[in-house]
């Protein structure tokens, strides 16, 4: 039996299923201590009260002969895609069809996924701290990496370097791990790259919601020439609530041609083989998300994400600390005290202040000295991790 190698090259845990552990044994050997979950993007903000309504009417329908739903559409049904593609037309002035988006369940997924329709010789730009399935999922089949530097030389955002040959880019605005944002002129020049030299970007946009300036974009294809050169992945995990839901979707351009085929065709074709789609129940809910009354509640869940992370930078400035992100997404970015690896901190924060982060190293060599903070756990948690991280931080600047 000849097994994949390449499984071999991983890290023996992933990297969140690590922090879950130790915070895990620490937990058991300090039963009494409180800890504050400021790592994983996991939501803490209840499914809004249309969305529930929703399910509980779709849950009935299941029970009736002349409402049951069994399989449905692969690539999901006509009424969600119809209510995504409104979305893209009315929020981002992006002009799409039904049949360019896919439902998924997730994003997760689909980042991964998305491999099987390309060769897999092919060498893939990513930056270096990166959400760690990009990079694991491309070890998984072989490919060749590059890894981009995401520095504070360079402001976190890694601009294409003119003489590298790659053929996919994965591309991730607003940023996970760091928090910050592209611009639509940086990323029109990621689009220019990629179409001079014949690459995909594959654009995951799951914290698009998150941006608060106009300016800024939220979907690739706002950019001339990205229908030509990207795939877009979204997800509602992070928008909606919908973590443990499961819903996402991706948005493949009938206009991407590589070498002549269609991606689109390609990509539907891979999921009409691979995958049954996502349930009735949940895609009823994702259209809920989409209905006036469900868009209405949702952005009241993304303000109240927005106010922990405007409490946790604004504890930072007041220390005059060092960190990016947290404005136009739910990460802050922080440097890490003089002379701290990235897991010394965060041993250093649960033993001493009960707060779990996720080391920036688990994101790639270049997230080395930082820890990223998350603004999705409930203000009253945020608040008191904000007094605790004061306090911490404050104790290192006086031992200086
Ligand atoms: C994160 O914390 O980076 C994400 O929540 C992980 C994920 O979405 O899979």
């Not at 980042?111 to 701290?129: E, G, K, Q, S």
């Not at 928090?179 to 799951?206: M, N, P």
């Not at 991706?250 to 049954?276: C, D, E, M, Y």
């Not at 869940?301 to 600390?321: G, V």
Request: glycine share 6%; hydrophobic share 40%.
């Amino acid at each position: 039996m000849k097994i994949n190698r390449n499984y071999l090259r991983l890290p023996d845990n992933y990297l969140f299923s690590t922090i879950a552990a130790k915070t895990r044994a620490y937990q058991a050997a300090h039963p009494q201590q409180a800890l504050i979950k400021l790592s994983i993007g996991d939501v803490s903000r209840p499914l809004p009260v249309p969305v529930v309504k929703t399910l509980q009417d779709a849950s009935a329908e299941m029970g009736q002969r002349a409402t049951f739903q069994g399989y449905g559409p692969e690539t999901g049904y006509p009424w969600l895609k119809a209510a995504i593609r409104d979305y893209y037309q009315t929020t981002k002035g992006v002009t799409l069809t039904p049949d360019e988006i896919i439902i998924s369940d997730g994003a997760k997924s689909d980042v991964a996924n998305l491999l099987d329709i390309f060769d897999p010789h092919c060498t893939v730009a990513m930056t270096d701290p990166v959400y760690p399935v990009y990079w694991e999922s491309n070890v998984m089949v072989g490919h060749k990496i590059k890894l981009l530097p995401a520095t504070a030389k360079n402001g976190f955002l890694p601009m294409p370097n003119r003489h590298a040959r790659v053929d996919l880019i994965y591309l991730c605005n607003p940023a996970n791990p760091t928090g910050v944002c592209y611009t639509r002129e940086q990323l029109k020049q990621w689009v220019d790259f990629a179409l001079k030299h014949h690459a995909v970007i594959l654009y995951d946009a799951a914290y698009e919601a998150f941006v608060r300036d106009p300016q800024l974009p939220t979907s690739i294809y706002q950019i001339a020439g990205a229908k030509q050169c990207a795939i877009e992945i979204c997800s509602l995990s992070k928008t909606a609530g919908f973590t443990g839901l499961r819903c996402g979707y991706t948005v493949v351009p009938t206009a991407l041609i590589a070498r002549g085929v269609s991606l689109n065709r390609l990509w539907q074709r891979r999921q009409t083989a691979k995958f049954n789609g996502v349930s009735y129940l949940v895609q009823r809910a994702a259209a809920a998300v989409f209905s006036p009354t469900g868009w209405t509640a949702i952005q009241r869940n993304l303000r109240y994400y927005q106010r922990n992370t405007t409490l946790i930078t604004q504890t930072l400035d007041s220390l005059n600390w060092s960190y990016v992100g947290g404005v136009h997404s739910p990460y802050v970015w922080v440097r890490c005290p003089k002379g701290q690896t990235a897991w010394q901190f965060f041993d250093y924060l649960l033993s001493h202040a009960g707060i779990i982060c996720t080391p920036g190293v688990g994101f790639g060599k270049a997230g080395e000295h930082y820890v990223r903070l998350t603004g999705f756990n409930t203000y009253a948690q945020t608040r008191r991790a904000c007094q605790l991280l004061n306090k911490v931080l404050t104790q290192f600047k006086q031992n200086i």
